[in-house]
C-alpha cells in the first residue's frame, strides 16, 4: 500500500503484526466480547454490574453509547453507562473515574472497556500511521474490596498540543480527507518519552512506592523505544514490562487492558504482583493507575 519495509517497521516501533476488524465489527462488539471474559474471570453475573465505561473514539454511534451497547449484548440492565474520549489513554481515565466512583460509594462494580478501530481512521497512502495502528478491545471490572487494590491513580493532560495528534469526527458534508488520522510522529514520540517519565514516577510518589517494589510495567503499546526508554527510567528489566505491540501495534485505548490480560492469562503476573499502568495518547492526555493486582 505505501512505501516502507518489514524492517524499517521494525525497527523503528517493535511491530511485527497487527489485528484487524471484520468490516461488520464494530467498537461495542469487540468491547462486549471482551466484557464478556472478563465478567467470567472476576466470576460476576451481568446484574452485579452497576456502571459500564467504555473507552473508545471509534464508537459507531455518538448514541447510543459503545457503553450503552455492550450493556444490552451482555444484558446488564441497571448500569449507568457511558463512553469516555481520552484517545490512547482513555483506559487509564477510565480507570481513574471507575476508582473515584467505588471510593465515593456511588459504585460496586464497575465495568471497564477500552475497545478502539483506528486501522479504519488511518489515510491507506499515509505510511506515517496507516502501519501502526490495530484494532481490539480489552476489559477489566473494579470492586469493592477490604484490602487495597488501587494503591494510586494519576491522569492529567496538555490542551495545548492537540494539533500534533488529530481525529475528527466525519462532518456531514465534509471531505472525506478531512476525517483521517493525523500524526506528527517525532513530536509525539519526544512528548510521550518525557511526560510517561514524570508520570511514572508521580504515580509511584502518590502510592509511596519505589520502583524497586514493580513487580510488572503494562504500559500503552505504542512505540518499543518508548515502552523501552520508560523501563529504563525505572530501571527495569524488559523482562518485567508486559509487550504485546510486536502482534496488535497499536490498539489505542486497547492497548493497557489486553496487555494486562496477556500478563495475567499467561501466567506472568501473579495475585499480589504490583502493577504500574500508563498510557499518552492525542489531547495530549496520560494516565496512570498503580494496582496490587
Ligand atoms: O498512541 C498514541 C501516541 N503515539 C505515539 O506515541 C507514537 C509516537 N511516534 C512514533 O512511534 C514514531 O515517531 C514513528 C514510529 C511514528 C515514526 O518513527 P520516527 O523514528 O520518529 O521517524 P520520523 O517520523 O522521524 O521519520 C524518519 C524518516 C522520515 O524520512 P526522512 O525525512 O528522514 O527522509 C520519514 O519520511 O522515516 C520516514 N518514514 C518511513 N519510512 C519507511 C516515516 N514512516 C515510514 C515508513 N516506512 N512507514
Redesign the pocket.
Not at 127 to 133: P, V
Not at 183 to 192: D, I, Q, S, T, W
Given at each position: 500500500m505505501?512505501?516502507?519495509?518489514d524492517e524499517?517497521?521494525t525497527e523503528?516501533?517493535g511491530i511485527k503484526e497487527r489485528r484487524i476488524a471484520a468490516p461488520e465489527e464494530t467498537a461495542a462488539f469487540m468491547g462486549a466480547a471482551a466484557a464478556r471474559q472478563a465478567l467470567e474471570a472476576a466470576g460476576l453475573e451481568p446484574e452485579q454490574i452497576d456502571t459500564v465505561i467504555c473507552a473508545t473514539t471509534s464508537s459507531e454511534y455518538s448514541f447510543p453509547s459503545s457503553a450503552c451497547e455492550i450493556a444490552r449484548m451482555l444484558n446488564i440492565k441497571r448500569a449507568m453507562a457511558f463512553d469516555l474520549a481520552a484517545?490512547?489513554?482513555g483506559f487509564s481515565y477510565a480507570y481513574s473515574v471507575a476508582h473515584a466512583m467505588i471510593m465515593a460509594g456511588q459504585a460496586q462494580h464497575v465495568l471497564i472497556v477500552g475497545s478502539d478501530l483506528l486501522s479504519r481512521a488511518c489515510d491507506p497512502a499515509d505510511?506515517?500511521?496507516?502501519?501502526?495502528?490495530g484494532d481490539g478491545a480489552g476489559a477489566c471490572v473494579l470492586g469493592k474490596s477490604e484490602e487495597q487494590g488501587t494503591l494510586a491513580v494519576y491522569a492529567s493532560s496538555d490542551p495545548f498540543s492537540g494539533d500534533l495528534?488529530s481525529l475528527k469526527v466525519p462532518q456531514r458534508g465534509g471531505s472525506p480527507d478531512d476525517a483521517w488520522l493525523y500524526?506528527?510522529?517525532?513530536?509525539?514520540?519526544?512528548?510521550?518519552v518525557t511526560v510517561l517519565a514524570e508520570l511514572v514516577t508521580r504515580t509511584l510518589e502518590l502510592g509511596g512506592m519505589t520502583a524497586d517494589d514493580l513487580d510488572f510495567l503494562v504500559p500503552?503499546?505504542?512505540?518499543l523505544?518508548?515502552i523501552a526508554a520508560t523501563a529504563r527510567k525505572l530501571h527495569l528489566d524488559m523482562s518485567q514490562v508486559i509487550v504485546t505491540l510486536d502482534k496488535q501495534g497499536?490498539t489505542?485505548a486497547a492497548?493497557v487492558p489486553l496487555a494486562l490480560d496477556e500478563g495475567i492469562r499467561s501466567g506472568r503476573i501473579k495475585r499480589g504482583d504490583v502493577l504500574l499502568l500508563e498510557?499518552?495518547?492525542?489531547g495530549f492526555t496520560w494516565g496512570s493507575a498503580l494496582v496490587r493486582y
Open positions: 505505501v512505501e516502507t519495509s524499517w517497521i523503528r516501533t484517545a490512547c489513554a505510511r506515517t500511521t496507516i502501519i501502526l495502528f495528534l500524526m506528527k510522529g517525532n513530536e509525539v514520540f519526544k512528548r510521550a500503552h503499546q505504542a512505540n523505544r518508548i497499536n489505542s492497548s498510557s499518552f495518547g492525542g
